[in-house]
């Protein structure tokens, strides 16, 4: 080699694709590269001009553009372009310009060629852009086959029903006959609308419930009874159904967070099929389900520390197969409830009947269905209001105690804020709770609330529900008149502001300083989920997950048209980024984390990020306005 | 550039004139054809000029006791600077090379040693000169010692126009009027050395004191400088010089 080209082959050799490539492969580029410079403002490529090679950005920084003008890519040092047209016909699909005094490199398309010919990583890295580039839209909405299958796809008949008043006995050989595993009981006429539907006669008809297999055993063959009763009398009044429209992951987490293993299927109202669990993991093998129902297999909980890897495959799976966040945080959030649910079985278990109805609380974001793979525990418990701490207490202890240990076994690591049923403070009863919950909002400092905020995303996991519903109720009731609450809860949702962008291999804080990476939880997600909190405390939502919580907000005049929307865009590619980052953690060996570095952000990646900074740093200061302090208030 | 005598500016008010001249005179077949070969009319826009950039590495500073050591040359226009078609040259100067000099250009005595004389390299230099606009930063460097060096070895020197992206640098920051002022201020000239001129432009910093790099290094500057003060229809004759 030259030492007089050792200049340009040292340079390209430290950026990707060239860093994997031969030296014979490097030196044979360095000998041929072209150079030429290009002032600030300059076209590099025109649409539609004849490329013969690819561009090398050897300083400075380029703008790609579609061919409709918007931008699509801010490239600088090392970064090439122009190998989209080389791989196709050599015309310019999209043009360049020189956004600072450049140094480029033309590499003549004999020497591309030759180095996608001779080596495969150069080959993938210039070939994988092309679907990246060509479907960045639609990819975001692409999604596998369990997302877009509708679950009607997987009725394969009508359901077996018989009347209420059909003796057990005959439904049963009914079901025999039909091989039906599960059968739904119907009667005539209507005293709930949401479950009455008319047949093809124009007769009307009321769904009562369902009946399984299992039922058949555990209501009536254990209870004794005789086969002439009813099934009406033994059919169960809890009825979960799903509509024939939705996906068959819907259908999937539906009877995940009911812990159902049937389904019926309505369409306008009439029961068209059901549905069994086996029907899905047919269709979908590896699934949460399986996990699901492993987990409430263990009788351990070191048996549920040994589902860890479990989970961590279900989610990469999950990611990979185009997940949006949504799925993969109630996805997620289902397994982290069913890991509670199994240790508070457990623990009753042990420890005997509770002296005192309760409720396990779960807060932060499992209570907001957006629990991420790396996650701690936030739970409390809401006691009767018969409990006697005297008498009751050590029972509950025990019980947050073996909850709380084996969630930390299961890498739900211990709260670091000690919210968490252990803590004295967050096992009391419901008056207490509600006496907490009135004077979070009736006292508010931001200095209170730094911590408590944690508490208003609340819901049930296990126990009496109706507990956490009466303070939900409370909430939803009180923090739309109390003005000062809200600003309070403002200026803790100003205290993290996202970064202004990227720029090269740096995060570009606001202030233009440079970081070497950024918090994706701490600089995006819990800012975006703080400010979307107060909106909803603000219209009386009771919704927990973000989402919702932005779709009910959408549903009043808070925010501008249009604006929740906008924040929804934002808030799920912010998951979705954090979410990525930690399945390449994940396949890479490495402890996922929140953390993600600009170097390893695609460049499509950064700029929607940047976006997605910008949207939530506007209404960040729209939150300041909206809320103001008491200070501002009283001045006017 | 501390040490170079002051020198009388060697050039030509016409230099399509003087090369045809010179052709007519030239004895040596091979300074017959570089004269011969039709250089770009003054008026062509530089765009359209075929260029070659031009270093020379000497043993010193001084054309009559110390000798060229190496020589880099890549042909290049104002869209390309072509490495493929890049040459370079190792040749022996004849004379004591100093032990700074070695520390400064990198190449060594045995590299020196095994070199050829200039002369067995001078025609295919010629041929790689002829009909292109040569570019160099600084021209009384490469001018005088190109000229030397091929009057002691052919009878006849070689003179021919050169772009000099120094000079250019010059025009401006030592001959404006602001550059007067900060003079007379006693502020300190901007630097128009090679490196600090690249940066200017937003060039990159390359490993100086290479024949072919600097030359590489110069045909970047040019183009940097014509895209930022000229236009690619400037004629030719207001860049040469």
């Given at each position: ?8 082959r040292?340079?390209m050799g430290?950026f990707p694709p060239f860093d994997g490539l031969s030296d014979d492969l490097l030196d044979a580029i360095a ?83 030759r180095l996608?010919?001779e080596d495969d990583h150069f080959?993938?890295f ?511 | ?241």
């Amino acid at each position: 080699m030259d030492v007089e080209l050792l200049e340009i082959r040292q340079h390209m050799g430290r950026f990707p694709p060239f860093d994997g490539l031969s030296d014979d492969l490097l030196d044979a580029i360095a000998e041929q590269v072209e150079v030429s410079y290009f002032k600030t403002g300059s076209d590099i490529l025109v649409l539609n001009e004849t490329l013969n090679d690819l561009c090398y950005i050897r300083s400075g920084a380029v703008e790609v553009y579609r061919s409709q003008g918007e931008l699509y890519n801010r490239l600088g040092e090392g970064d090439i372009f122009g190998h989209f047209s080389l791989l196709r016909n050599h015309k310019v699909r999209f043009p360049a310009k020189a956004i600072e005094d450049s140094l480029l490199y033309f590499i003549p398309n004999a020497v591309f060629q030759r180095l996608c010919e001779e080596d495969d990583h150069f080959a993938d890295f210039v070939e994988l852009e092309r679907p990246r580039l060509e479907t960045a839209a639609e990819q975001q909405k692409k999604s596998n086959d369990m997302m877009v299958t509708r679950i009607r796809k997987l009725v394969t008949r009508y359901p077996v029903m018989v009347e209420a008043s059909t003796t057990v006995q005959l439904a049963a050989q009914q079901m025999s006959e039909a091989q039906a595993s599960a059968l739904l009981v119907i009667k005539e006429g209507s005293d709930n609308p949401r479950f009455s539907f008319k047949d093809s006669e124009g007769q009307t008809w009321q769904m009562c419930g369902i009946l399984t297999d299992s039922d058949f055993r555990t209501r009536i063959v254990a209870e004794g009874l005789s086969p002439h009763t009813s099934v009406g009398e033994v059919v169960s009044s809890r009825l979960i159904t799903v509509q024939s429209d939705a996906s068959i992951y819907e259908a999937m987490l539906t009877m995940l967070r009911s812990n159902v293993h049937h389904l019926p299927v309505i369409y306008r109202q009439r029961p068209v099929g059901v549905v069994h669990l086996s029907d899905i993991i047919r269709y979908e093998t590896h699934s949460g389900l399986y996990l699901v129902s492993n987990i409430f297999n263990q009788s351990s909980a070191q048996g549920l520390a040994r589902l860890a890897p479990d989970v961590r495959a279900a989610f990469v799976r999950m990611v990979q197969e185009g997940a949006n966040s949504q799925m993969v945080g109630s996805a997620l959030s289902t397994i982290g409830r069913s890991f509670t649910r199994r240790l508070l079985e457990m623990a009753e278990a042990e420890l005997g009947p509770p002296p005192v109805p309760y409720c396990f609380m779960v807060n932060g974001s499992m209570a907001r269905n957006e629990q991420s793979i790396v996650t701690d525990q936030d739970n409390a418990l809401i006691l009767s209001d018969d409990f006697d701490p005297e008498l009751h207490d050590g029972y509950f202890y025990a019980l947050a105690k073996i909850v709380s240990d084996g969630l930390d076994t299961c890498g739900y690591t211990y709260c670091k804020g000690d919210v968490m049923a252990t803590n004295t403070q967050w096992r009391q009863p419901l008056s207490v709770w509600k006496r907490y919950f009135q004077d979070w909002m009736a006292n508010p400092t931001p200095e209170r609330l730094l911590h408590s905020s944690i508490f208003f995303d609340l819901d049930s996991c296990y126990g009496e529900d109706h507990y956490v519903e009466t303070l939900q109720d409370l909430i939803a009731e009180t923090a739309p008149k109390s003005p000062l609450f809200l600003a309070a809860m403002s200026r803790n949702a100003l205290n993290r502001t996202p970064p202004l962008g990227f720029f090269r291999t740096f995060v570009m804080e606001q202030d233009g300083k440079h970081n070497n990476s950024i918090n994706l939880k701490r600089r995006g997600t819990a800012p975006m989920v703080d400010l979307v909190r107060i909106h909803a405390l603000a219209c009386g939502s009771k919704a927990q997950n973000t989402f919702q919580r932005l779709n009910e907000i959408g549903n009043t005049q808070l925010l501008a048209t249009g604006m929740s929307e906008k924040l929804s865009y934002a808030f799920e590619f912010l998951c979705m980024s954090r979410v990525r980052h930690q399945m390449i953690d994940l396949q890479e060996d490495r402890l996922p984390d929140n953390n993600i570095e600009p170097e390893n952000v695609e460049d499509s990646e950064r700029h929607t990020l940047k976006d997605a900074f910008q949207v939530l740093s506007n209404a960040q200061k729209f939150l300041k306005f909206r809320y103001p302090m008491p200070a501002q208030r009283q001045g006017r | 550039m501390k040490g170079i005598r002051p020198r009388q500016k060697i050039t030509q008010a016409d230099w399509i004139g003087y090369m045809a001249q010179r052709a007519q005179q030239a004895r040596n077949p091979a300074i017959q054809q570089f004269f011969a070969t039709e250089l770009p009319d003054p008026e062509t826009p530089i765009a359209d000029v075929p260029m070659v950039a031009l270093d020379l590495e000497t043993t010193g500073l001084d054309e009559h006791r110390h000798a060229i050591v190496s020589i880099g040359l890549v042909p290049f226009t104002l869209k390309r600077i072509k490495l493929a078609e890049r040459r370079y040259w190792v040749v022996n100067p004849s004379r004591p090379l100093a032990e700074s000099s070695i520390a400064f250009h990198h190449i060594t005595h045995s590299e020196i040693a095994q070199a050829p004389d200039l002369d067995v390299v001078l025609d295919e230099l010629l041929e790689q000169l002829a009909g292109r606009l040569v570019v160099v930063h600084f021209r009384n460097i490469e001018r005088p010692f190109l000229n030397a060096a091929v009057k002691s070895r052919r009878g006849e020197g070689v003179l021919f126009p050169m772009i000099d992206t120094m000079s250019l640098e010059a025009r401006r920051h030592r001959q404006t009027l602001w550059a007067r002022f900060r003079r007379w201020l006693g502020r300190p000239p901007v630097s128009i050395r090679l490196h600090a001129s690249r940066e200017r432009y937003g060039l990159p910093a390359y490993q100086g004191h290479h024949a072919l790099v600097d030359a590489l290094a110069t045909a970047e500057l040019l183009q940097a400088q014509i895209a930022t003060h000229y236009r690619p229809e400037t004629p030719l004759k207001d860049i040469w010089c």
